[in-house]
């Protein structure tokens, strides 16, 4: 037994030596390696394979890789993609292919990838894509023979470029502290200018993207700032179900024809969006059931919400709950907007309205759209990928570009219809009435565009 035991040990690190590599613990390795560069080129003909897209990514730069011995290696690798300016469709190696003139949208990548090198395969598990703007590196002969071909109209763009940024500091009223600070943001606001453009290219639906007030923002300052992380990163409270009508949904319905919404509200610099959401759908609830529509306090969630983060994120199912064990809601006159957290001072004398409990409502498009039109405006979540630069018209992200699962902000949904045959939802936004058509976001009906039909949610008013 003993000598069984010894030999097994011995066995078990002898292959540990032949790896070089513990079973099961992830280690570094370099992406220069030609494993992880032969996984790479599996990961990126799948990913060109099943997304969406027309045009062929290339392998451009492995960020990181990772590899574990299991049954076979399994590699985790960050990589960014480049878009080529060949289409899908046409017989020719993606290497061969232009890549699509700099700055312009990438991909970056999450790969997981198996192979078993002795039955010769290599499959994908797992990829997650998202777009990304990417500052190419490139040759000091391939950047002056492009500027020989392209340099007029270079600098008609640029002039272009300055003549709406003055526009845009204009409309509004930015002002930086320093000529370097507007330097930095005039380069931000041209590369969000492609980045929009970008997305008027790809959009399915009838939006027009393009300057908006988050134009000088970098994507991540943008992220921090206005969206919401906690929504895709922890599970909702479970809530009772709510019961569908048993009837279809009409055509079109809108709660801002008949006075259950009120006005478009800013969250300001603060990524309260779940206080928003929440505190319009309740205000709904109210009108409905006791008839008159009041504006209510989002800072009574932000300030005395304890299990939410504040300005750093919530979730509407805990924020239903901290109303229920507060005993209601202040007005909005009473407990007015700052932006940022302050310590409760909620006066449970100066409570406007209350709620009993709170509802999941379905997954389902149509039921979601027979709920609203027969109870009240909804609370959702939604992925805000497509919002930034989003000015009018109806947003219909690719679905790839606009990942389902991948929730970053929670919004009011108040009606639904049809623009020119096109289904859309009408999304109550809170970042004022100067973004979007005076404040509203219309996204594609009918295919789950951008998860919004993922956290649906609704108060329940006694
Ligand atoms: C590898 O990728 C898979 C799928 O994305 C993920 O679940 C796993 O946590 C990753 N492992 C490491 C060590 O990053
Ligand atoms: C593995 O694949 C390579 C290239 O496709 C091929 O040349 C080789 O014969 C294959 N080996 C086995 C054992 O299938
Ligand atoms: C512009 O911003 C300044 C400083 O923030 C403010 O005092 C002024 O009222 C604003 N003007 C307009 C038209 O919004
Ligand atoms: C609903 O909540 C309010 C305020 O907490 C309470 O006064 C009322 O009795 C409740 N209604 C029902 C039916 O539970």
């Not at 399994?74 to 480049?82: G, H, P």
């Not at 002039?159 to 002002?175: A, H, I, P, S």
Request: hydrophobic share 35%.
């Amino acid at each position: 037994m003993a000598v069984c035991l010894f030999s097994s040990f011995f066995f078990f690190s002898s292959l540990v030596l032949v790896f070089g590599n513990p079973f099961g613990r992830w280690t570094y390795i370099s992406p220069d390696e030609l494993e992880v560069k032969g996984a790479a080129e599996v990961a990126v003909r799948e990913f060109n394979r099943v997304n969406g897209l027309e045009e062929m990514y290339r392998n451009l730069r492995i960020m990181e890789a990772t590899k574990q011995i299991v049954s076979g290696v399994k590699y985790n690798l960050t990589v960014v993609l480049e878009r080529t300016q060949c289409k899908k469709g046409q017989d020719v190696m993606p290497d061969t292919c232009l890549h699509v003139y700099t700055p312009s949208l990438g991909m970056k990548c999450y790969f997981s990838i198996l192979t078993v090198p002795w039955l010769n395969q290599t499959k994908v598990l797992h990829q997650m894509c998202s777009q990304e703007r990417l500052i190419t590196e490139i040759s000091d002969t391939e950047l002056s023979s492009r500027e020989n071909a392209y340099s007029p109209k270079l600098k008609n763009e640029m002039l272009e470029t300055m003549t709406l940024f003055k526009d845009f500091v204009t409309t509004y009223n930015k002002t930086y502290s320093d000529q370097k600070e507007a330097t930095r943001r005039l380069q931000i606001f041209s590369e969000n200018l492609q980045k929009a453009q970008k997305l008027q290219e790809m959009d399915q639906g009838t939006a027009e993207y393009g300057v908006t007030k988050y134009s000088d923002l970098t994507e991540d300052e943008f992220r921090s700032l206005y969206l919401n992380p906690l929504l895709s990163s922890q599970p909702p409270r479970p809530m009772k179900k709510a019961v569908v009508p048993q009837i279809s949904p009409p055509a079109e319905w809108d709660w801002r024809d008949h006075g259950a919404v009120t006005e478009v509200k800013n969250q300001g610099m603060c990524g309260s969006c779940w206080a928003f959401s929440v505190i319009g759908n309740i205000e709904g609830q109210w009108f409905l059931k006791k008839g008159s529509l009041i504006s209510l306090s989002e800072q009574e969630l932000v300030d005395c919400d304890k299990v939410d983060k504040a300005c750093g994120g919530g979730l509407p199912s805990n924020a239903y709950e901290a109303i229920e064990k507060l005993g209601g809601v202040e007005t909005e006159r009473d407990y007015s907007y700052q932006g940022h957290k302050e310590p409760c001072s909620f006066s449970a004398n100066k409570v406007s309205a209350y709620i009993n409990s709170s509802m999941e409502i379905s997954k389902d498009e149509n039921e979601i759209a027979s709920w609203l039109a027969q109870n009240g405006p909804i609370s959702i979540a939604l992925n805000a990928f497509a919002m930034q630069f989003y000015r009018k018209g109806i947003s219909h992200p690719f679905r790839i570009l606009c990942n389902p699962w991948m929730i970053d902000h929670a919004v009011l949904l108040v009606g639904f219809g049809e623009r020119n045959g096109i289904p859309f939802w009408a999304i109550k936004n809170s970042w004022g009435t100067e973004w979007g058509e005076q404040g509203y976001y219309y996204l594609y009906r009918g295919s789950g565009a951008c998860g919004m039909n993922t956290m649906c949610s609704s108060a329940v008013v006694n």
